[in-house]
């Protein structure tokens, strides 16, 4: 019968030992997996912003090209007009002046509109860099 007892209680102790082994390992593996999931909702939150950043720089970019688009034909309209003037004369060259003139002042407002653009793009990087995001 002692050598039962003896067997037995090796048994336990071993059997203690093994399952503090495997809680220590279970913790363990709670600790990586909490760190995990922090690191995914850090990670999470850094492709949200970066994504409304490119969403951002696409519409941006739009009005941008729009504006280059504009600007370009209205310099091809002025550039038009004036090799127009040059062969024309008298009340048609008065004609071809004031269509410059509408050219001009339509130059000078989408310059205002790419001014405004570009104003508009400095305010969200100055934000975004206050609010912690990247440049």
């Not at 336990?12 to 082994?21: D, E, H, K, Q, W």
């Not at 490119?54 to 038009?80: F, P, Q, W, Y």
């Not at 009340?91 to 104003?119: D, G, N, S």
């Amino acid at each position: 019968m002692p050598t039962t007892y003896q067997d037995c209680r090796a048994a336990l102790v071993s059997a203690n030992r093994s399952r503090g082994v495997l809680k220590a390992q279970s913790d363990r593996r709670g600790v990586v997996i909490t760190e995990l999931q922090r690191e995914l909702v850090e990670l999470e939150a850094d492709l949200a912003d970066e994504a409304r950043a490119k969403a951002r720089l696409h519409a941006l970019n739009a009005k941008l090209g729009s504006v280059i688009r504009e600007l370009e034909e209205t310099g091809d309209a002025m550039v038009g007009l004036i090799d127009e003037s040059e062969r024309q004369s008298g009340f048609w060259l008065v004609e071809m002046f004031r269509r410059l003139i509408e050219q001009a002042t339509r130059w000078r407002t989408v310059k205002a509109k790419a001014a405004a653009l570009a104003a508009e793009a400095v305010e969200e990087t100055n934000s975004s860099n206050q609010l912690g995001g990247q440049p």
